[in-house]
């Protein structure tokens, strides 16, 4: 082991442990490789990010059956005749869906309850769509932006540290927009790496424009995550998928980044070795086995398709075969 090279305790290969919790790899092919394959991290687009929605509009016409038009800003008048046509908001719990209010405290309405009537809307979303894509490292992917859920929170709102399961084929990142705005307090949503606090997420608070602009925030799906009690007022927030599409495999794209010649000499330079490549998300099974590797997400995708590049460089007699394994 070149504990020197491995040192930095950065993925795929770093980091310090007890003998039988990583699979080591051995030799300075193995210790170069990580090194070169680490410089994609730069590359893997943002964790989660957020702030005014500049492409949608302020007053969208938001219309929810049996109710009609919401106002804009929410008022509480209104706000409690939502809640009153909504159904508590479950959780998840070792396999069981849960409702206890210690836990998560909101309501919410299903996306067939729910319309949006200005007809630009869908364009202003697409807007907001490809900037997602380009932040999240998915730039001239066609992503898909699904309506999972209409959430109202009301004062006591909040939802402990969780993380969202997959609620689509192929469901990559999260996107919560606060539409139409309100004047509430409170309601920070966190966003957790390596567990800490990485991202706080206040929709306009500190900048006072939280009551007079559409926001948003986006985070990967199985990044951990909390919302603040809302500690007055009324939070509306329309909750949305962002999945890959359906031809994902067929739109297998390449880096947008230089893949250096130094990976792929050093992948030549292998001799019957192998290694493994630790995986920083969670995925289904369901995912992997319908969309392989074009499912990875994040630095997983980047440092995978580098391997990609640079074995594509290499001959044929000493490519790497690669095989995904879920390990226990």
């Given amino acids: 082991?070149?504990?020197?090279?491995?040192?930095?305790?950065?993925?795929?290969?770093?980091?310090?442990?007890?003998?039988?919790?990583?699979?080591?790899?051995?030799?300075?092919?193995?210790?170069?490789?990580?090194?070169?394959?680490?410089?994609?991290?730069?590359?893997?687009?943002?964790?989660?990010?957020?702030?005014?929605?500049?492409?949608?509009?302020?007053?969208?016409?938001?219309?929810?059956?049996?109710?009609?038009?919401?106002?804009?800003?929410?008022?509480?008048?209104?706000?409690?005749?939502?809640?009153?046509?909504?159904?508590?908001?479950?959780?998840?719990?070792?396999?069981?869906?849960?409702?206890?209010?210690c836990v998560r405290k909101s309501w919410q309405l299903e996306p067939?309850?729910?319309?949006?009537?200005?007809?630009?809307?869908?364009?202003?979303?697409?807007?907001?769509?490809?900037?997602?894509?380009?932040?999240l490292g998915y730039k001239g992917v066609p992503l898909q932006c699904k309506l999972y859920k209409m959430l109202v929170y009301g004062e006591d709102g909040h939802f402990f540290s969780h993380r969202d399961t997959e609620k689509e084929d192929g469901m990559i990142a999260t996107l919560v927009v606060l539409q139409p705005p309100s004047t509430h307090e409170g309601g920070v949503l966190k966003v957790y790496r390596y567990g800490e606090v990485e991202h706080r997420h206040d929709f306009g608070k500190a900048d006072g424009t939280a009551a007079y602009f559409p926001h948003f925030a986006v985070h990967y799906a199985d990044a951990k995550h909390d919302l603040d009690k809302v500690t007055k007022g009324f939070r509306l927030a329309m909750v949305y998928s962002i999945c890959l599409p359906a031809t994902m495999q067929h739109l297998r794209k390449g880096p947008t980044w230089t893949v250096p010649d130094d990976l792929n000499v050093a992948i030549s330079q292998m001799e019957n070795e192998s290694f493994a490549l630790f995986l920083s998300h969670n995925y289904t099974k369901k995912?992997?086995?319908?969309?392989?590797?074009?499912?990875?997400?994040?630095?997983?995708?980047?440092?995978?398709?580098?391997?990609?590049?640079a074995n594509s460089r290499v001959p044929d007699d000493k490519k790497l075969r690669f095989l995904t394994q879920n390990c226990r």
């Avoid at 687009?45 to 007053?59: C, H, N, P």
């Avoid at 992997?288 to 990609?308: M, P, S, T």
Wanted: glycine residues 10%.
């Fill in 112 to 135: 067939d309850q729910v319309e949006i009537k200005k007809p630009s809307w869908e364009k202003e979303l697409d807007k907001l769509i490809d900037i997602i894509a380009n932040r």
């Fill in 1 to 101: 082991m070149f504990e020197a090279e491995f040192w930095d305790g950065k993925w795929p290969f770093g980091g310090e442990c007890d003998p039988y919790d990583v699979p080591a790899p051995k030799g300075e092919v193995c210790a170069r490789i990580s090194k070169f394959v680490g410089l994609a991290d730069e590359n893997a687009g943002e964790y989660s990010f957020g702030g005014l929605a500049d492409t949608l509009s302020v007053a969208p016409g938001l219309f929810v059956n049996s109710l009609g038009m919401i106002s804009f800003p929410l008022v509480e008048e209104q706000a409690e005749k939502l809640i009153a046509k909504c159904e508590k908001s479950p959780y998840g719990h070792n396999m069981e869906t849960k409702i206890n209010e």
């Fill in 287 to 309: 995912s992997i086995g319908d969309l392989g590797c074009a499912a990875l997400k994040g630095v997983d995708r980047a440092r995978f398709q580098a391997l990609e590049v």
